[in-house]
């Protein structure tokens, strides 16, 4: 069975048709650049180039970087134009896409339903936290494999800051951090998340996931056990088809 999945990111809008019984890409992803401002409109815009670009007029799954309710209504937007929050996301995509069934749910825990069922989270039981780190730091809580939604720990206070203006791969790059002073800046949220929830696995994801050898060996001092995210960038892609599936079929 085929569905589409679009991640929508600070960084880049990309999409491609799913393998959902793979739990892989059926096709080559496309990607745009998000643009800035990343308002409603020129966001849908892009989401309507990436769905056109493969003729798609199935059912298609979409994540946003913020907390989404009720599969639709947007209410953070941490790392996308303000003009978001409260918008129907689920209607104006629709509408963008020529009334396409549109679902939409945060872009961490599309990745982290992807991890679950297809990756490195797969029969894993206890508490799992996925953390995908890029523009900012999207998570997504799993207990005994029911996903807690919308946890966005990535806004966690950490020693005075909002923990993703620290520890986000934009902050390594804004920075020019060097691996080894990432890493720890890694360790020190990553503690702060384990004091708090006690997971017995950390996922690590987002496109650093690809790089894991360079700064997760360099990670010391947490008990759970840190792996890097399998289906790596594409998780989110994977999981928004997952969740569109679910809504076709009225699970």
Known sequence: MHIFGVDIGGSGIKGAPVDLDRGDLA??????????????????????EVVGHFGWTGPVGITFPGVVTGGATIRT???????????DARALLSDRLGGLPVTVLND??????????????????????????GTGIGSALFVEGVLVPNTELGHLELHGHDAETRASTKA???????WEHWAQRVQKYLAHVEMLFSPELFIIGGGVSRKSHKFLPLIEGIKAEIVPAQLQ?????VGAA????????GV
């Open 233 to 237: 960038n594409n998780a989110g892609i």
């Open 172 to 178: 390594k790059d804004d920075n020019e951090l060097t």
């Open 108 to 133: 961490a825990d599309a990745a982290g339903v992807a991890e679950m069922q297809f990756g490195a989270g797969r029969d894993r039981r206890g508490t799992v936290a996925l953390l995908t780190f």
């Open 27 to 48: 096709e080559e992803r496309f990607k745009v650049l998000t643009p800035h401002p990343a308002t409603p409109d020129a966001v849908a815009d892009g989401v309507k």
């Open 77 to 87: 937007a941490a790392n996308v134009d303000k003009d978001w929050i409260d918008t």
């Open 242 to 249: 997952m969740r569109a599936a679910k809504e076709a079929q």
